[in-house]
């Protein structure tokens, strides 16, 4: 039996929210089991805060606040840097994400958010 991948997204609903949602669905890999969480229900709110997330949209992969979450919003490189789309075969370690020369961020918050 093959271990999955456990994505949690945390989510208040807003368009931004389904946004990172939509892009999570897209790069999930089939290893993948993505949790969407409303942080509307108090037990949701818990579990965020002892991940510490402190603004929503937010992942965690395998438990643990993606490193884009902490405070500057969801980076889908950064998520793929982490884990995401990668079978646990695939160790993270092994495969980075290189920013793009000249892009934009893609997270949704700066650093004031």
Do not use: W, Y
């Amino acid at each position: 039996m093959m271990t999955k991948r456990k994505i949690e997204v945390f989510s208040a609903g807003c368009t931004v929210c389904e946004d990172v949602i939509e892009m999570i669905k897209r790069a999930a890999c089939p290893s993948c089991e993505v949790t969407l969480h409303d942080m509307n229900d108090i037990n949701v709110a818990k579990r965020a805060r002892d991940l510490g997330v402190r603004s929503v949209p937010a992942v965690a992969i395998d438990g643990r606040l993606a490193p884009c979450c902490t405070g500057a919003g969801v980076d889908e490189p950064a998520l793929r840097a982490a884990g995401l789309g990668q079978s646990l075969a695939d160790s993270p370690r092994q495969r980075t994400a290189a920013p793009r020369r000249g892009a934009a961020s893609t997270g949704f918050f700066g650093p004031n958010a």
